[in-house]
């Protein structure tokens, strides 16, 4: 499925146990139960393996979670800070008794919202938003996976254009560094000079 690895039958057997937890509404965001944690940890690993694993530092990447529950839904969204993102995505599901049972990440984009834009409107053809345009209600992982792999295919940055991309802020932070060096020397003669002026 869009290039990912299937899950060990131990860790599928996880999956499908913290997927009847949820279900059920049995989640407490006070004590999150081990089989959270490997699960939520394992799917995650996996949708980072079909990457192009290179700097995150450049462009932005696609995302897309499975959120099961009471009230399952699929999450579609573009950060430059992926890790930071699904982190505060999952704080926010656990107080809310949902959990992450799915995964799927992108390579990386030198700008990733207007894939993520042109993406929400093929998928709202025939899928209906909830109140925060980003999340899909009772949506199918699968078949969001196959249209973010899509473009990720078609367009995602390349390993030489994002070697590229390092070495271009590599060479404008040693430009900036050589500017800021430039302006402590004149800032130092223009203070010698009116030291010099005013004895």
Known sequence: MAQLEPLSPELEEQREAYVHLLRAGQLSPYSLPAVASAVEKA?????????????????????????AGTHPRIKVGVTADVRGRIATHLNEYHCNGHGLVDAWISNSFLDASPIETGMHKLVRISHRTSY?????PGADFRSFCEVAAYFDAKLSLTEDQVRLHEREQQNRAQAWEEELRSAERHARSAFQIGEAGSS
Do not use: F
């Open 43 to 67: 799917v995650l690993a996996r949708a980072w393996a079909r990457t192009r694993y290179l700097n995150e530092a450049v462009g932005s990447r696609i995302y897309v979670l499975s959120v």
């Open 132 to 136: 925060r345009r980003e999340e899909y």
